[in-house]
T-cell receptor
Framework: GAGVSQSPRYKVAKRGQDVALRCDPI?????LFWYQQALGQGPEFLTY????????KSGLPSDRFFAERPEGSVSTLKIQRTQQEDSAVYLC?????????????FGDGTRLSIL | GQNIDQPTEMTATEGAIVQINCTYQ??????LFWYQQHAGEAPTFLSY????GLEEKGRFSSFLSRSKGYSYLLLKELQMKDSASYLC????????????FGKGTKLSVIP
């Protein structure tokens, strides 16, 4: 497809389980971002990749969160030992080039519910 | 870091004009974005302002005043489909790739 694709669309897990969320950015986009969005809030930055390099992970809330983009295309966000406060929508965005003036194109997100 | 403030909710009538305001910290500023987000969907890019003034794109216009740390999104000839959240976003610091988003303004368009 032409847009950013995320899977799964919905994920339900029990507290303590590990989850993996996938993002397929727009082909050729250099920059990739992960955000967390709570209900009624704006997206909050988690981490940023430029090609395969993770240049900023300052927004990851704890060491249970891990992201990778090994070939500079598809990215995976992994959450280990999930907790209820991890319940949120996880959004992935990509932009064509480097630079803070580049519009980011978002996927529909993965809605994660931790029971 | 950046601190972005916008109203939580607004209601407007179909066919009318509505202005959604956004204020931000001016230090480290490098452009301001507006996104539209329908419930359960991805945010979609609306506009980007880096210079002072008004930029018009069809029914939507965006204004920026860098000295005042102020922006607004103007929606004309409102349609029911414009009911959505409107997110204002700016860089988290000088040269930062991080965007800090406001909490979003939920716009309800009524007949």
């Amino acid at each position: 497809g032409a847009g950013v694709s995320q899977s799964p669309r919905y994920k339900v897990a029990k507290r303590g389980q590990d989850v993996a969320l996938r993002c397929d950015p727009i082909s050729g986009h250099v920059s990739l971002f992960w955000y967390q969005q709570a209900l009624g809030q704006g997206p909050e930055f988690l981490t940023y990749f430029q090609n395969e390099a993770q240049l900023d992970k300052s927004g990851l809330p704890s060491d249970r969160f891990f992201a990778e983009r090994p070939e500079g295309s598809v990215s995976t966000l992994k959450i280990q030992r999930t907790q209820q406060e991890d319940s949120a929508v996880y959004l992935c965005a990509s932009s064509l080039d480097i630079g803070s003036n580049q519009p980011q194109h978002f996927g529909d997100g993965t809605r994660l519910s931790i029971l | 870091g950046q601190n972005i403030d916008q109203p939580t909710e607004m209601t407007a009538t179909e066919g009318a004009i509505v202005q959604i305001n956004c204020t931000y910290q001016t230090s480290g500023f490098n452009g301001l974005f507006w996104y539209q987000q329908h419930a359960g969907e991805a945010p979609t890019f609306l506009s980007y302002n880096v210079l002072d003034g008004l930029e018009e794109k069809g029914r939507f216009s965006s204004f920026l005043s860098r000295s005042k740390g102020y922006s607004y999104l103007l929606l004309k000839e409102l349609q029911m489909k414009d009911s959505a959240s409107y997110l204002c976003a700016g860089p988290s610091g000088a040269g930062s790739y991080q965007l800090t988003f406001g909490k979003g303004t939920k716009l309800s368009v009524i007949p």
